[in-house]
């Protein structure tokens, strides 16, 4: 990608079922950056793995600018390459940086305060603190009543979003076009239409800071209410969009197989193995019932049996005997 100091750049971000898609356009290239995430994963991610990177970053520009300051004059070389790298990032929220800086980068290099970055850094803390409370105590599978905790935690604290547009939206975008993409063949509906995507219409976020950004997402999450949790098979959170009894995320576990694929798999394999306990007395249960059909046991010796067998099943399972016992007790 060229290196072009963006005259003009914005963020665009929509939510749909299972994605969120946040796209960065730069009018200096008549480009877009487009990065597709599942649901839920763009708040997992900047809460569990950019910080590093987006620390190495932001400190990178602060010095530069820093150095600019102290020189008093422009090195193009040097923002050239900080400004590839922010063409490459991860985390779409450090677009909002750039957004800042464009303007401030028109009318000069050399004399913008250092104090955007570490303003803009602050920023970006308080809102993976938010982060951190809403994923871990407010959607958390634990939390019983979701807007009653909700309102325990923040309250009047209004979740303001001065710019959100209503737009017809692809229903699903497929993450094979993630990267610098043309603008008109990704948003313009009429050449969405013409190759017969489905579309919805959803509210669009073009946010002008890294708190509305947030809140964007946040208000998304809380109003479908939807639980974080960490996913039993790879230890990673996810947001459970199959329902509340989904336990394992939809990450790739396997070649070609996700937590979700090997996680059910060996559910099942469990359930047909079934329970040692369950299964000695079903095997007990019918050759006893058997007994009936060959006439060497009444049908009230039967009951009474069962009734007796029953008994010592559940005392078996609540540990009160062993299994060892059990079987020996069946085989009596
Ligand atoms: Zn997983």
């Known amino acids: ?57 932001l400190q990178e520009t602060y010095e ?20 590839f790298r922010f063409q490459h990032v991860h985390n779409p929220f450090l ?25 803009f850094r602050d920023e970006l803390d308080k809102v993976r603190a938010d982060a951190h409370t809403l994923l871990f105590d407010c959607l958390s599978p634990e939390t019983e009543d979701i807007y009653r905790r909700y309102w325990e935690i923040w ?16 229903a699903r975008t497929r993450a094979a076009f993630n990267g610098w993409i ?32 947030y809140v964007f997402l946040k208000s998304t999450y809380l109003r479908r209410a939807i639980r974080f949790k960490r996913c039993q098979l790879c230890g990673k959170l996810f947001a459970a969009t199959g329902g509340d ?8 576990y396997e070649k070609g197989k996700t937590c979700r694929d090997v996680g059910a798999a060996r559910v099942y394999q469990k359930k047909l193995l079934g329970n040692p306990i369950t299964r000695a007395y079903n095997r007990a249960y019918k050759t006893h019932n058997a007994r009936i059909r060959y006439g060497t046991m009444t049908r009230e010796e039967f009951n009474a049996w069962t009734a007796e067998a029953k008994k010592h099943r559940d005392a078996c399972q609540n540990g009160e005997i062993s299994l060892e016992a059990f079987e020996a007790w069946l085989k009596t």
């Open 1 to 57: 990608m060229k290196q072009i100091i963006p005259s003009e750049c914005h963020l665009r971000v929509y939510v749909t079922a299972k994605q969120e898609v946040v796209e960065f356009f730069d009018n200096a290239i008549h480009m877009q950056y487009r990065h597709t995430f599942s649901y839920g994963e763009s708040m997992i991610q900047l809460l569990e793995n950019w910080q590093k990177d987006d620390e190495a970053i």
């Open 155 to 170: 309250k009047r604290t209004p979740m303001r979003l001065p710019s959100v547009r209503t737009e017809l939206l692809p």
């Open 245 to 252: 009894r989904t336990e394992y995320c939809s990450r790739e």
């Open 182 to 213: 043309s603008p008109a063949e990704n948003t313009d509906p009429e050449y969405l239409y013409s190759t017969e995507q489905q579309m919805v219409m959803a509210e669009v976020c073009y946010p002008k800071s890294v708190q509305e950004l």
């Open 64 to 83: 530069y600018l820093k150095e600019r300051e102290r020189v008093g004059e422009e090195n193009m070389g040097e923002w050239n390459e900080i400004l």
């Open 95 to 119: 677009y909002l940086l750039v957004m800042q800086l464009a303007p401030l980068l028109l009318k000069s290099f050399y004399n913008i305060d250092p104090s955007i970055v570490t303003d």
